[in-house]
């Protein structure tokens, strides 16, 4: 089949490149000239483990092209994707989908012949109707069906999920479209992936749905993490035994400084914005949002506490700086509320994350080394926010000895608090004794 993918990010072309892979002809279309021009010369703008080889192999066997213009693309192709940013509007905490909407007006002006026009973007309830409406405004002739398709990766494992997913959700009562992608996705039913055929607006909701709640699960276990830590047991003992309950399960259920990323913090915030405006309000949400952006404050305050309550003068590392290992992802990262307060409180911050470059950007008053060990020279404080692999196996003999204190804040609780102290460490992690 042929299709036109609107977008380039994340979602855009890692849906495009593994569409590819399937076997059919993709062209990913974006309007930035200089992000086309890197992907045509073989560059990649994201970081994702795995995704310039997939690119690269597809580009060679002529199943997957760029392009800035949509003409020739869209007018041939058999499924158009909508896959641009939603981020959160500024001020109120709604979806932006002005990208969205400006798409739909593209391509109602270039389709031709029967087309399914499918919204990959995670988008609030109701937005294929609002698509559908531009549709009928602007071209009341086109034979389109407007249909819901929300992508469900994990950044650092989106091929992988692309691939072999749990289950694809396809918004559509539409009989010729159903038929359109169950074709796009015809390799998975070898793997016997479930597709779920549902209405659009159920569709739309079941993205919102799953990402509130594993934000939820993640938000309650940091919630036992503190209250461990008050009553001397251990989080991670706890979780394992939840999570063995096949109702529970133990995935999204390790503690930390609270989530962060592309997808959890703007989709909850939408969803509670959408529930108020439906008068259905999710208190639970709600409640997960406050407590999510309170978590990240108070790892700031774990950090000035291992500090003896004062970091002024003092000297603090930091290991990792992106959301999540094996990404460059930075949005609303933890790190970008704990640093900042580190520095509001006088301490001087160096630090390392092995695809945080765009970190530099972000963080100008952060002092940026080249790897761990130059992290830890001279720090009074040495902290674990991203829980990259190449930071579970620190020579931690060498860090002891370039630090000025051995003092140790671990927010992944990488390491073992008995072997951490029989080294000699002042080591404090999340919810363990």
């Not at 990649?44 to 213009?69: C, H, M, Q, S």
Request: hydrophobic share 40%; aromatic share 8%; glycine share 10%.
């Amino acid at each position: 089949m042929r299709v036109a993918m609107i977008g380039t990010g994340y979602v855009g072309l890692v849906s495009g490149a593994c569409f590819a892979d399937f076997g059919h002809t993709v062209t990913c279309i974006d309007k930035d000239a200089g992000k086309i021009a890197h992907l045509k010369s073989g560059g990649i703008p994201i970081y994702e483990p795995g995704l310039d080889l997939l690119v690269a192999a597809n580009v060679k066997a002529g199943r997957l092209f760029f392009d800035t213009d949509a003409t020739q693309a869209i007018p041939e192709a058999d499924a158009v994707f909508i896959g641009v940013g939603t981020p959160s509007r500024r001020g109120d905490g709604y979806a932006d989908l002005s990208y969205v909407y400006a798409a739909a007006e593209e391509i109602a002006g270039l389709v031709q012949g029967f087309t399914v026009v499918v919204t990959k973007s995670t988008v609030p309830v109701g937005t294929g109707d609002e698509i559908e409406s531009i549709f009928k405004r602007v071209r009341p002739d086109a034979d389109v069906a407007i249909v819901s398709n929300p992508e469900f990766l994990r950044e650092g494992a989106a091929i992988e999920d692309f691939k072999r997913p749990d289950r694809v959700v396809v918004g559509t009562t539409e009989p010729r479209a159903q038929e359109i992608m169950r074709e796009l996705y015809r390799p998975l039913y070898l793997n016997e992936t479930p597709i779920l055929f549902t209405s659009r607006r159920t569709s739309e909701l079941i993205k919102y749905a799953a990402n509130a709640y594993l934000a939820l699960k993640i938000t309650y276990i940091n919630e036992m993490a503190d209250l461990c830590e008050a009553v001397g047991a251990d989080v991670q003992q706890v979780a394992r035994g939840i999570g063995l309950d096949g109702r529970i399960g133990g995935k999204f259920l390790n503690a930390g400084p609270g989530y962060g990323g592309s997808c959890f913090p703007k989709d909850t915030l939408a969803l509670v914005r959408t529930a108020r405006d439906a008068g259905a309000p999710l208190e639970l949400v709600e409640t997960t949002v406050k407590v999510n952006d309170e978590r990240k404050r108070a790892m700031a305050r774990k950090v000035i506490k291992a500090a003896d309550g004062d970091l002024k003068g003092k000297t603090v590392g930091v290991l990792g700086l992106t959301f999540k290992p094996n990404t460059d992802d930075m949005r609303d990262a933890p790190s970008l509320a704990i640093i900042p307060t580190l520095l509001d409180k006088g301490a001087n911050v160096q630090a390392f994350d092995p695809e945080g470059e765009e970190a530099k950007h972000l963080l100008p008053r952060v002092s940026f080394k080249d790897d761990p060990y130059a992290v830890a020279q001279g720090a009074d404080v040495l902290v674990i926010i991203t829980e990259w692999d190449q930071f579970r196996a620190l020579d931690l003999d060498r860090i002891k000895t370039l630090m000025n204190k051995p003092v140790l804040v671990d927010m992944r609780n990488i390491y073992k608090p008995a072997d951490m102290r029989s080294r000699g460490f002042a080591y404090t992690s999340i919810g363990r004794e």
